[in-house]
């Protein structure tokens, strides 16, 4: 993500929240974090399908923003897409079959916890050539970076969309979240069809 993004972003953080984030950088970015909870949406039954534009105004995060994420999640086979009215964003297998680490990969690409410099060859001691003893193996601090990125990347992996929605919204909130839906849906093709009658009565 650029510089750009990043403050874009934090625009529409709470105030604590932006603050926080200036502090440090984390190692997914916010992109993460809208793609996760956008799938989410789309387990329950209804909407059957969804646009980019309608999940964001649904959840009050930028549209542009995941206009750009849900192309990555259709790419990687994580979402299908369809064109028209009726058209939109849907699972494209079954949330079970979704892990988080899927997610992230393909939205932030199969970034790296730690990239190794093989500092320990430059002492100036060694005058450009470090003996055998301090570059033999792995660097340590590099073994310990791995460990902990393949235990991170572990447990992303046995996490599915399911396991995170397991517990989540209650039935009558799911049914409000439907029929907001639905609206939407309907209003779109009212609007189509009310532009296609004006059209007609255009004088040529």
């Not at 534009?53 to 994420?69: C, H, N, V, W, Y």
């Not at 190794?116 to 601090?141: A, H, Y």
């Amino acid at each position: 993500m650029s510089d750009a993004d990043q403050k874009n972003d934090e625009r529409h953080l709470p105030e604590d929240e932006g603050a926080g984030r200036r502090k440090g950088v984390s190692l997914f970015g916010v992109s993460v974090e809208y793609g996760l909870h956008t799938l989410l949406w789309l387990i329950a039954e209804h909407p059957m399908r969804a646009s980019s534009r309608d999940l964001a105004e649904m959840q009050g995060i930028p549209s542009a923003m995941l206009a750009k994420i849900m192309p990555k999640l259709e790419k990687a086979g994580i979402v299908n897409s369809s064109d028209g009215i009726t058209g939109g964003y849907e699972l494209g297998k079954p949330p079970a079959n979704i892990s988080v680490l899927e997610v992230v990969d393909a939205i932030e690409g199969d970034r790296k916890l730690f990239d190794c410099k093989e500092v320990r060859r430059g002492c100036v001691l060694f005058g450009g050539t470090p003996p055998p003893w301090s570059v033999d193996g792995i660097c340590r601090i590099h073994a310990v970076m791995l460990r902990a990125e393949k235990r991170m990347r572990s447990e992303l992996e046995k996490t599915s969309l399911a396991d995170l929605a397991r517990g989540g919204r209650p039935e009558e909130f799911e049914n409000l979240v439907a029929d907001w839906f639905r609206d939407r849906t309907s209003a779109r093709e009212t609007a189509r069809v009310t532009a296609l009658r004006e059209g007609r009565r255009t004088p040529r």
